[in-house]
Nanobody, 111 residues
Framework: QVQLVESGGGLVQPGGSLRLSCVASRSIFSTYGMGWYRQAPGKQREWVAVFTAGDSITYADFVQGRFTMSRDNAKNTVYLQMNNLKPGDTAVYYC?????WGQGTQVTVSS
Protein backbone atom coordinates (compact mmCIF):
# COMPACT_ATOMS: atom_id res chain seq x y z
CA GLN A 1 0.00 0.00 0.00
CA VAL A 2 1.32 3.42 -0.91
CA GLN A 3 2.32 5.79 1.88
CA LEU A 4 2.12 9.57 1.67
CA VAL A 5 4.33 12.06 3.49
CA GLU A 6 3.54 15.77 3.50
CA SER A 7 5.93 18.61 4.23
CA GLY A 8 6.29 22.33 3.68
CA GLY A 9 3.91 23.73 6.24
CA GLY A 10 4.80 26.50 8.64
CA LEU A 11 3.96 29.93 9.97
CA VAL A 12 3.45 32.66 7.38
CA GLN A 13 2.07 36.17 7.46
CA PRO A 14 -1.14 37.07 5.63
CA GLY A 15 -0.39 37.54 1.95
CA GLY A 16 2.54 35.15 2.13
CA SER A 17 3.17 31.91 0.25
CA LEU A 18 3.98 28.30 1.02
CA ARG A 19 4.55 25.24 -1.11
CA LEU A 20 3.41 21.93 0.29
CA SER A 21 4.82 18.65 -0.94
CA CYS A 22 3.34 15.16 -0.82
CA VAL A 23 5.79 12.36 -1.54
CA ALA A 24 4.41 8.93 -2.35
CA SER A 25 6.34 5.80 -1.38
CA ARG A 26 5.98 4.42 -4.90
CA SER A 27 5.03 5.53 -8.34
CA ILE A 28 1.34 6.25 -8.80
CA PHE A 29 0.17 5.32 -12.28
CA SER A 30 -2.98 7.41 -12.14
CA THR A 31 -3.48 10.42 -9.91
CA TYR A 32 -7.21 10.43 -10.59
CA GLY A 33 -8.88 11.36 -7.33
CA MET A 34 -5.63 12.27 -5.60
CA GLY A 35 -5.63 15.60 -3.91
CA TRP A 36 -5.22 17.92 -0.96
CA TYR A 37 -7.57 18.38 1.97
CA ARG A 38 -7.44 20.53 5.06
CA GLN A 39 -8.90 20.56 8.54
CA ALA A 40 -9.10 23.63 10.72
CA PRO A 41 -9.56 23.36 14.50
CA GLY A 42 -13.14 22.49 15.35
CA LYS A 43 -14.12 22.04 11.73
CA GLN A 44 -14.65 19.11 9.42
CA ARG A 45 -12.02 18.12 6.91
CA GLU A 46 -12.64 19.74 3.54
CA TRP A 47 -11.17 19.21 0.12
CA VAL A 48 -8.91 21.83 -1.39
CA ALA A 49 -7.88 20.48 -4.80
CA VAL A 50 -8.23 17.16 -6.58
CA PHE A 51 -7.05 15.57 -9.82
CA THR A 52 -9.97 14.64 -12.02
CA ALA A 53 -10.29 12.86 -15.37
CA GLY A 54 -7.64 13.65 -17.95
CA ASP A 55 -5.29 15.10 -15.34
CA SER A 56 -7.54 18.08 -14.92
CA ILE A 57 -7.62 19.73 -11.51
CA THR A 58 -10.63 20.98 -9.63
CA TYR A 59 -10.27 23.53 -6.84
CA ALA A 60 -12.59 24.37 -4.00
CA ASP A 61 -14.39 27.68 -4.34
CA PHE A 62 -12.47 29.26 -1.48
CA VAL A 63 -9.19 28.82 -3.38
CA GLN A 64 -10.18 31.67 -5.71
CA GLY A 65 -7.12 31.30 -7.92
CA ARG A 66 -4.64 31.47 -5.06
CA PHE A 67 -3.54 27.82 -4.99
CA THR A 68 -2.02 25.65 -7.70
CA MET A 69 -1.65 21.89 -7.53
CA SER A 70 0.92 20.14 -9.67
CA ARG A 71 2.86 16.90 -9.79
CA ASP A 72 6.30 15.60 -10.63
CA ASN A 73 6.02 11.97 -11.71
CA ALA A 74 9.78 11.44 -11.61
CA LYS A 75 9.78 12.34 -7.91
CA ASN A 76 6.44 10.68 -7.04
CA THR A 77 5.46 14.08 -5.64
CA VAL A 78 2.38 16.24 -5.70
CA TYR A 79 2.67 19.91 -4.79
CA LEU A 80 0.30 22.57 -3.56
CA GLN A 81 1.56 26.09 -4.18
CA MET A 82 -0.37 28.48 -1.97
CA ASN A 83 -0.19 32.22 -2.55
CA ASN A 84 -1.89 35.20 -0.93
CA LEU A 85 -2.59 33.16 2.17
CA LYS A 86 -5.26 34.32 4.57
CA PRO A 87 -5.81 33.61 8.27
CA GLY A 88 -8.78 31.47 7.25
CA ASP A 89 -6.35 29.13 5.48
CA THR A 90 -4.91 28.07 8.82
CA ALA A 91 -5.35 24.30 9.07
CA VAL A 92 -3.62 20.96 8.90
CA TYR A 93 -3.24 20.07 5.26
CA TYR A 94 -3.45 16.45 4.20
CA CYS A 95 -2.58 14.61 1.04
CA UNK A 96 -4.99 11.89 0.01
CA UNK A 97 -4.98 9.00 -2.44
CA UNK A 98 -7.96 6.69 -2.26
CA UNK A 99 -8.12 5.36 1.30
CA UNK A 100 -4.61 6.54 2.11
CA TRP A 101 -3.91 9.74 4.03
CA GLY A 102 -0.67 11.37 4.96
CA GLN A 103 0.06 12.54 8.49
CA GLY A 104 -0.64 16.17 7.63
CA THR A 105 1.37 19.37 7.75
CA GLN A 106 0.38 22.41 9.78
CA VAL A 107 -0.15 25.73 8.01
CA THR A 108 -0.61 28.78 10.20
CA VAL A 109 -1.34 32.18 8.71
CA SER A 110 -0.95 34.92 11.26
CA SER A 111 0.64 38.31 11.73
Amino acid sequence: QVQLVESGGGLVQPGGSLRLSCVASRSIFSTYGMGWYRQAPGKQREWVAVFTAGDSITYADFVQGRFTMSRDNAKNTVYLQMNNLKPGDTAVYYCNYGLVWGQGTQVTVSS
